[in-house]
């Protein structure tokens, strides 16, 4: 099924740990995104690339990396995971950086930090 | 900046009545407007959006979106509410020199049987 692919769905860390979210797309599209959601705060942007090669902050970058690897493929990285950073990340794509279609989302990594 | 709000946390409608979510947005220049909706453990799905022309936008699920410029607002209709309509909505916007979307902090919809 094409869409948005993302791993893992859960994981608990240490506060200190490192790791890494992998998001993937099969349609093409051009521009990725992650955003975080928290309980009263809907979804905050943290990296976007507009395009293969590009990388943009957001709204709430500190603490985390991004790679867009190639066009199908953009991961976000937590180098030392603090227990702020406990939420729910979803990845997400578009057609182009206007995002005219909509987004299509991934189905979430669910990540907590104790 | 761009900004959404969205005022109300949750909202409480019984089957088969009207349902209303309200949105309220601040951009500078042209607003870009979508709605959202998740399902319990699952990603957002794009219901509608506007972009230019109408005023009233007719989007999946028989959900609609109505566009008052003056007013800031784009909020979200559907005429009959069905309780598989339960589920959290967002608001999303975006202005013509941004690249990404921002949201709302959502509204959870309760549709009682």
């Known amino acids: 099924n094409a869409g948005v692919t993302q791993t893992p769905k859960f994981q608990v860390l240490k506060t200190g740990q490192s790791m890494t979210l992998q998001c993937a797309q099969d349609?093409?599209?051009?521009?990725m995104y992650w955003y975080r959601q928290d309980p009263g705060m809907g979804l905050r942007l943290i990296y976007y690339?507009?395009?293969?090669?590009?990388?943009d902050k957001g709204e709430v970058p500190n603490g985390y990396n991004v790679s867009r690897l190639n066009k199908r493929e953009f991961s976000l990285r937590l180098e030392s995971a603090a227990p702020s950073q406990t939420s729910v990340y979803f990845c997400a794509s578009s057609e182009n950086p206007a995002g005219n279609y909509g987004y299509t989302f991934g189905s979430g990594t669910r990540l907590t930090v104790v | 900046a761009q900004s959404v709000a969205q005022p109300e946390d949750q909202v409480n409608v019984a089957e088969g009545n009207p349902l209303t979510v309200k949105c309220t947005y601040s951009v500078s220049g042209n607003p870009y407007l979508f709605w959202y909706v998740q399902y319990p453990n699952r990603g957002l799905q794009f219901l509608l959006k506007y972009i230019t022309g109408d005023n009233l936008v007719k989007g999946s699920y028989g959900f609609e979106a109505e566009f008052n410029k003056s007013q800031t607002s784009f909020h979200l209709k559907k005429p009959s509410a069905l309780v598989s309509d339960s589920a959290l909505y967002f608001c999303a916007v975006r202005d013509t020199g941004r690249r990404a979307l921002t949201f709302g902090s959502g509204t959870r919809l309760q549709v009682q049987p």
């Open positions: 349609m093409n599209h051009n521009s």
């Open positions: 690339s507009a395009s293969e090669g590009t990388t």
